[in-house]
């Protein structure tokens, strides 16, 4: 058994398909047929109305998909290609937050920065003095800075959080 999770405009449809003439989309069991017409054609019978179906591969995942004249792309995944995009996204979504923390122990001598302010992933945005030489911080990412924990003259230990980029 096949199982497959397809996406049309955001909107996901579980598949499993049983065997040559049954499947199960969304917990409803319906009885199919698929003839090929062409490498990328079929003649597609589900239940008693059919289809005209031309699939295309844009890449990866994504098809460009003609169903009776109407075009339209989809994302068609396995379960478990699905499963690990989530885990995928969820990680994109927490990697968002990034907190910048001094390399070295030393006094703050500029910030360069205020929370609400866009920075650019490489803009000088903190000014650190350690042994007596000046070390200019480059935001490690593109984002905005939502915190920052530090203020002029004050001295920090390695590992300090100094600021927040979201």
Excluded at 86 to 110: D, F, N, S, T, Y
Excluded at 115 to 120: A, F, I, L, T
Aim: proline share 2%; charged share 30%.
């Amino acid at each position: 058994m096949s199982e497959f999770v397809i996406t049309v405009d955001g909107k996901k449809k579980n598949i499993k398909i049983i065997d040559d003439a049954a499947l199960i989309l969304d917990g409803r069991k319906l009885n199919y047929e698929m003839h090929r017409i062409s490498s990328e054609n079929y003649l597609l019978k589900v239940e008693k109305k059919f289809f005209d179906l031309t699939a295309q591969k844009i890449n990866g995942d994504v098809y460009s998909v003609t169903l009776n004249g109407s075009v339209f792309e989809t994302v068609v995944r396995t379960n478990l290609q699905e499963r690990a995009s989530k885990i995928i996204e969820q990680q994109i979504i927490v990697q968002h937050k990034i907190e910048v923390r001094a390399p070295m122990p030393g006094m703050i001598l500029k910030i360069k920065i205020r929370p609400g302010d866009h920075v650019e992933k490489g803009d000088s945005i903190i000014i650190l003095e350690a042994m007596k030489m000046e070390n200019d911080l480059h935001a490690p990412v593109s984002g905005t800075v939502t915190d920052v924990y530090v203020k002029k003259g004050n001295a920090v230990d390695k590992n300090a959080r100094l600021l927040l980029i979201e």
